[in-house]
Each structure stands twice: as structure tokens, then as C-alpha cells.
């Protein structure tokens, strides 16, 4: 199976930068697709950025030219970092990973931003 933790969420002032981490770890051959989604209050979970098949794609309209996606293979490690941060930003921030058949998720990791 696959795992995935999560790291680099937490409090942050408008116009600041996070930086998050996915680790996965477990049995990760055949993963070709990873990513982030982000769920805020009142809101459906919606989808932010995405490694498919090499590449990377920011998908979230409202965060694109802010946000990147990136990937260190050799540290099985998947990032998103998150600059100039606004308030609607705030969210719980999930990471995945998927194959044909089978979709793996972290536990979240919460991002406030203030202003």
C-alpha cells in the first residue's frame, strides 16, 4: 500500500509564503499521478495542482502564477509551494497519489492565512 505525511502547514500572514510536504512511502510503483486538493470552510474540496505523468499543472485558476508543484523523486517527496498568500487561501491542504484503480491520501495539513 501507499502512504503519504504531510508537513509545512500552519499560520501565515497575508502576503507570506508556505512551503508544504508530502512524503510517500509504501509500495509506490505504478504511482503516476500526485497532487494536492485544498478544502476550505463552507466549501467543496477542489482541486490545486497535479504531477501527471511528469507533469506538473497548476489546475486552481485562482491560484496560478502563486503557487507550485514540484517533485523530488529521490526523496518520494512531493511539494507545493504556496507564495503571496490571501486569505482565501485558507484551507486544509491534502495530499495524493494515485494509480489506475487505487487513490492514496494524506491527513491534511491546515493552512491559516491572516490578514
Known amino acids: 500500500q501507499v502512504q503519504l505525511v504531510e508537513s509545512g502547514g500552519g499560520l501565515v500572514q497575508a502576503g507570506g509564503s508556505l512551503r508544504l510536504s508530502c512524503v510517500v512511502s509504501g509500495t509506490i510503483f505504478s504511482i503516476n499521478n500526485m497532487g494536492w486538493y485544498r478544502q476550505a470552510p463552507g466549501k467543496q474540496r477542489e482541486l490545486v495542482a497535479t504531477i501527471s505523468n511528469r507533469v506538473n499543472t497548476v489546475a486552481l485558476d485562482s491560484v496560478k502564477g502563486r503557487f507550485t508543484i514540484s517533485g523530488d523523486n529521490a526523496k518520494n517527496t512531493v511539494y507545493l509551494q504556496m507564495n503571496s498568500l490571501k486569505f482565501e487561501d485558507t484551507a486544509v491542504y491534502y495530499c495524493?497519489?494515485?494509480?489506475?484503480?487505487?487513490?492514496?491520501w494524506g491527513q491534511g495539513t491546515q493552512v491559516t492565512v491572516s490578514s
Open positions: 495524493y497519489a494515485a494509480r489506475i484503480g487505487q487513490s492514496y
